[in-house]
């Protein structure tokens, strides 16, 4: 298949995005696939794809499992990509989503990032006893007005912004008491909406430095390539094209604690010419995020087989 004339974006989806029955579509159709979830398993010492294909969600949900769970489907989902001779001029992904993001690019290998995300989930979720933190969804409100209240809200705690998704979507995190207050500081100040989130930590926050701590001794101990120059990565934590081993390393370990600049990145992948965004795995979290970012751009998703037809479709009918 021959690309179309500007630059393709492959976006990679990061945790909440988790669906029972993920993957397994196309591990039934494509062989390339189906060797990805072998690989998983292999390199985890347990049946993943089980737990993709069948459940139960409760395991799913579990942060040690859902962040290799949605690596692997989408390492799955690309490989069928690549095999249809789809490529990727750039590769950017939410949070978790930056490990399948490099293993697209070559900058770590499969199984090693497979493994380092079991830890990274194990150690996030250790990082903070359950019920001590919070995330929140703050909507319709501008980011300088969010950061302030996060500020005002914390009275000594941590309350900080942890995700700027799109020009809609700030998402806060820190102790639930100071996110608890941030949340009606916002409604009361004219937020859309502002919603506490199910999440089992409150990630991208200073309360994560015990996890990353502990991931930057594993990532240290890891083989980092340069990334491909033909697919380069953006990073979500200075949103910018990481293109040494070491910067990419690097990135990864500050990510922990550092606010996800997902909106930032995708204006960048914008800026560079990139018109054709392609979510590349399970759900449609950033297909979504994306229309609230620039509706003028294609958007486009790769989870099962019905998208992936319609996708190979639309990129062909972009290049005729």
């Not at 996030?124 to 969010?146: D, F, S, T, Y």
């Not at 502002?194 to 930590?201: D, E, H, Q, R």
Request: glycine share 8%; with cysteine.
């Amino acid at each position: 298949m021959t690309n179309t004339s500007s630059p393709i974006a492959f976006l990679f989806p990061g945790q909440g995005s988790q669906a029972v029955g993920m993957g397994k579509e196309l591990a039934s159709n494509y062989a390339v696939a189906r060797r990805t979830f072998e690989e998983a398993d292999e390199a985890l010492g347990y049946k993943l794809s089980e737990v993709c294909f069948e459940g139960p969600e409760e395991k799913l949900k579990l942060t040690e499992i859902t962040q290799p769970a949605i690596l692997t489907a989408s390492i799955a989902a690309w490989r069928v990509l690549q095999e249809k001779g789809l490529r990727a001029d750039f590769v950017a992904g939410h949070s978790l989503g930056e490990y399948s993001a490099h293993v697209a690019a070559g900058t770590l290998s499969f199984a090693d990032a497979v493994r380092t995300v079991r830890n990274r989930g194990k150690y996030m979720q250790e990082a903070v006893p359950v019920g001590m933190g919070a995330m929140a969804a703050i909507l319709g409100m501008p980011l300088e007005k969010v950061s302030e209240i996060a500020k005002e809200a914390a009275q000594g705690e941590v309350c900080q912004v942890g995700n700027i998704n799109s020009p809609e979507q700030i998402v806060i995190s820190g102790h639930a008491g100071a996110v608890n207050r941030a949340v009606a500081l916002a409604v009361e100040r004219g937020a859309k909406k502002a919603v506490l989130l199910p999440v089992s930590a409150p990630f991208h926050c200073a309360l994560m430095q015990p996890a990353q701590d502990r991931l930057a001794e594993d990532l240290r101990a890891l083989s980092f390539q340069n990334p491909s120059s033909l697919s380069p990565v953006v990073c979500n934590v200075d949103a910018v094209v990481v293109d040494s081993a070491e910067a990419s390393r690097d990135a990864l370990i500050r990510q922990v604690t550092g606010t996800v600049k997902w909106e930032p990145s995708v204006r960048l992948l914008i800026d560079k010419g990139a018109s054709l965004f392609i979510e590349v795995g399970p759900g449609k979290v950033l297909w979504g995020l994306m229309r609230q970012i620039d509706r003028s751009k294609t958007c486009l998703n790769v989870g099962d087989e019905a998208s992936l037809q319609k996708t190979l479709a639309q990129v062909a009918a972009l290049a005729a």
